[in-house]
């Protein structure tokens, strides 16, 4: 059992930064495949980035390509969303989640929510124009 908490999220001007954080509990974080999707208001969860268990991958929309950037600290157990030049249209709820790594063999789209079992229960990012 994993249990994410996100923060971080607020109020910030179009342009501006915001770093997200997700805490997860118990001792075997390393080995989680951990994602970043977000949600607007009446619209579907969708995919922002992920990064793989040790690190070294990262994948991103292409929205969100050189503006957004994943990174993680295995030693204290979270991961990190550095968001930059913020945009209007980057705002919704933030959702962190996590997938077993099954290694190089595990098959699977790291862009659909199915595809991890454990979600966080958001954070709000709003940015004004």
């Known amino acids: 059992q994993v249990q994410l908490v996100e923060s971080g999220g607020g109020l910030v001007q179009a342009g501006g930064s915001l770093r997200l954080s997700c805490a997860a509990s118990?001792?075997?974080?390393?080995?989680?495949?951990m994602g970043w999707f977000r949600q607007a208001p009446g619209l579907e969860r969708e995919f922002v980035g992920v990064?793989?268990?040790?690190?070294?991958?990262?994948y991103y929309t292409d929205s969100v390509k050189g503006r957004l950037t994943i990174s993680r600290d295995n030693a204290k157990n979270t991961v990190y969303l550095q968001m930059n030049s913020l945009k209007p249209e980057d705002t919704a709820v933030y959702h962190c989640?996590?997938?077993?790594?099954?290694?190089?063999?595990?098959?699977?789209?790291?862009?659909?929510?199915?595809?991890?079992?454990?979600w966080g229960q958001g954070t709000q990012v709003t940015v004004s124009s």
């Open positions: 989640a996590a997938r077993f790594s099954y290694g190089i063999s595990d098959s699977y789209d790291y862009t659909r929510t199915m595809s991890y079992k454990y």
């Open positions: 990064i793989s268990s040790s690190g070294v991958y990262t």
């Open positions: 118990g001792r075997t974080f390393s080995s989680y495949i």
